[in-house]
């Protein structure tokens, strides 16, 4: 999968498109349907003025959030996706800096390690995952998040699987 990404208000510290490059090679792993070389996604990296707007404006939450994602495809769409023909974009992603570097102050990790596990968690969400309807499906997404992490060499955030 393709990546567009751009980066507005982040510290230049870190190469944050690597770094999402990286994340996004992770999760197609663990991910099939991410692999198909078709598929696009947009990762904007802002701040939370930023995400606060568009949590507003798309989900009618008037607050801050660390990664928001807009899927642009459904799950069977996306798995019916030939590997032939055009570009299909998948969604767009933001991630918003100040909470992030918040949580990840909190979390005691790195800002890095935190951003690469939210962009996973978001990719995924575009992938048409989620943890909100059942325990089952959450289970299945974390799973899926750990496995993608771990190549990476990040530790499992949520400290308590074993994979």
């Not at 510290?11 to 944050?16: F, H, I, K, V, Y």
């Not at 019916?80 to 299909?88: I, M, N, V």
């Not at 991630?95 to 102050?105: D, G, N, V």
């Not at 996973?120 to 959450?138: F, P, R």
């Amino acid at each position: 999968m393709e990546l567009d990404i751009d980066i507005d208000g982040w510290p230049g510290d870190t190469d944050w498109a690597d770094l999402a490059e990286r994340a996004n090679e992770a999760v197609s792993e663990v991910e099939p349907a991410l692999a198909n070389s078709r598929l696009s996604a947009s990762i904007l990296f802002t701040v939370d003025e930023e995400v606060q707007t568009l949590n507003r404006e798309w989900r009618a939450k008037d607050k801050p959030t660390n990664v928001l994602s807009f899927p642009m495809l459904e799950r069977e769409q996306l798995l019916a996706l030939s590997s032939s023909g055009g570009p299909e974009m998948l969604g767009d992603i933001a991630l918003a800096f100040e909470t992030c570097e918040r949580e990840a102050r909190e979390k005691g990790v790195s800002i890095s390690d935190h951003t690469s596990h939210l962009i996973i968690h978001g990719l995924l969400h575009l992938a048409g995952h989620d943890h909100v309807d059942s325990d089952d499906q959450a289970a299945e997404m974390e799973k899926l998040e750990i496995a993608a992490l771990a190549k990476l060499g990040i530790a499992d955030p949520y400290g308590d699987r074993d994979n």
